[in-house]
């Protein structure tokens, strides 16, 4: 179905009734529907936003559009959870309503500040030549969940030297003062990151550009974040626009980080090692963090990317988000792993020990569509071994490490349905170990892959049919020994 601009910039509201059902059952109708992850009750979701902690609640907003798997008039949407693992849909928080925002409510974040969680977002507006004017809009919430617009933008004009792609930003509280990133794209279409500084959250100050490095690294920059872990200062960052290298950057759209000293306010410097990925995988995008109420740095991202059709489009929605994870520092590189929380979701347990030797194999007990599988591959002779997820007579999403080329890789040719596929269907990277680990999630239309205790990490969709629920475990030209646990999950969000 194409969809024209009325049709994209209609509300809910707007759709009859009987639309409105009939889109709510083909989307519950769907079989590829989600257990454990959050994703929309119908239409298509995006970014993450507002992702703070505030009045006892883990509090997550998106990027929502409700009446189809289209980028259309965007809303905020709610939802909360006290464990990062039961999520309550609360409802459409953020709608566009006024003249700063009335064709979208787009990307933002959230930050505490006397008792109440303010939200500082970009405002969509276009006039009648459908010509964009961003504003960056402030809203407020208090302890009942009842939210309020500050009557104007905080930030009402885009800098000299930038274009109208001035959008996401992202606030965070360092002493007395407040700080936001905001993403941009330079004149002569670059992308950067500019800084603001602010002592109430209304008046902001222009600081300027950061200067890490990048004078032409990508069209434009989206969903810039800044925090510290460890003692490092880390910047999160989409760049729009980049060659794909190697095995690097093979997506449309890359998400990814700079690692280093703190940032310096004053200069507004950030001296790092260089751009790195943030998963290896085929959807990825727009990761926002949070700082839990323990000190962990939490990481939410968008499983999906912009302008690409998925197999759920035909039922009436599109994407959901990552599960949450929990960010640290080593050796220079940052680690994810999924929130230990997780852990509470574990049901029947199966394990397995075997060694397999120019073979393919499957293992009672090793078989579902909603599990986490973990599994260690040593004392490996092997050319390449691995384990295939969601096997059946058609479909399987493999999943292994070359010994030849010391590399990780992820295949989805065979998963089923397939999305994205002119940007192919093999992810690899680097990776030389004497152990393989393997953490897997894998949900009913997703995987979710962290090796050797999150030094990597890989994202996919994948859409198998019902019977591919076959875990099988392989090794070619040679042997390697298998131990591998594997946990049913019992979680509806």
């Known amino acids: 179905m194409e969809w024209n601009r009325e049709q994209r910039y209609r509300r809910w509201e707007d759709a009859l009734e009987a639309e409105q059902m009939q889109l709510v059952t083909m989307v519950n109708q769907c079989s590829w529907r989600q257990s454990f992850h959050i994703q929309p009750v119908t239409g298509l979701l995006n970014d993450p936003n507002g992702f703070a902690y505030y009045n006892g609640e883990y509090h997550l907003f998106y990027q929502w559009f409700p009446l189809g798997p289209v980028h259309g008039l965007k809303n905020w949407y709610h939802t909360k959870s006290k464990d990062l693992i039961h999520w309550e849909n609360v409802g459409v928080a953020i709608e566009p309503t006024t003249e700063f925002d009335s064709h979208g409510v787009y990307s933002g974040s959230g930050v505490e500040h006397d008792g109440q969680l303010y939200f500082m977002y970009t405002g969509n507006s276009r006039n009648e030549s459908w010509i964009r004017t961003p504003y960056q809009c402030l809203a407020f919430m208090n302890e009942k969940g009842q939210i309020q617009k500050h009557e104007k933008p905080v930030i009402a004009n885009v800098p000299e030297g930038y274009t109208d792609h001035y959008r996401d930003p992202k606030v965070w509280k360092h002493g007395s003062e407040f700080f936001a990133v905001i993403g941009a794209q330079r004149s002569n279409e670059t992308g950067t990151i500019i800084l603001y500084r602010s002592s109430d959250l209304t008046q902001w100050n222009l600081e300027g ?4 490095g990048f004078k032409d690294f990508g069209y434009m920059w989206e969903c810039p974040d800044y925090f510290e872990v460890d003692g490092h200062g880390i910047l999160l960052f989409c760049p729009q626009g980049i060659n794909s290298e190697g095995d690097c950057y093979q997506n449309i759209y890359q998400s990814g980080y700079v690692l280093g000293d703190k940032l310096n306010i004053q200069e507004r410097t950030l001296v790092h090692t260089g751009f790195q990925e943030l998963d290896r995988g085929f959807d990825f995008y727009a990761p926002q963090t949070m700082e839990a109420p323990d000190g962990r740095r939490i990481l939410i991202g968008w499983m999906g990317l912009p302008e690409i059709e998925y197999p759920t489009d035909k039922n009436g929605w599109a994407h959901c988000l990552t599960l949450p994870r929990e960010l640290t520092v080593r050796n220079g590189k940052l680690r994810q792993l999924p929130v230990q929380e997780l852990e509470r979701l574990r049901g029947n347990k199966a394990e ?32 390449q071994f691995g384990v295939e997820l969601r096997a059946g007579d058609k479909n399987k999403t493999i999943l292994k490490y070359d010994t030849l080329a010391k590399k990780v ?58 019977n591919s629920q076959a875990i099988r475990f392989f090794a070619q030209n040679g042997k390697s020994e298998v131990k591998a646990v594997k946990y049913e999950l019992n979680s509806d969000c």
Not at 209 to 212: D, Y
Not at 418 to 442: D, K, N
């Open 209 to 212: 550009e950061l200067e890490i």
């Open 352 to 383: 397995a020990h075997l060694l397999i030797e120019n073979e393919t194999r499957q293992v009672e007990k090793f078989a579902g569509e909603v599990y986490e599988l973990s599994v260690e591959f040593s004392n490996f002779t092997a050319e």
């Open 409 to 466: 890789i992820i295949d989805r040719s065979e998963s089923g349905e397939l999305a994205g596929i002119q940007y192919g269907t093999v992810r690899q990277c680097p990776m030389a170990s004497e152990t393989i680990h393997f953490r897997i999630f894998v949900d009913v239309s997703s995987v979710e892959v962290f090796v050797n205790d999150g030094e990597e990490v890989f994202t996919a969709r994948i859409f198998p049919d019902e």
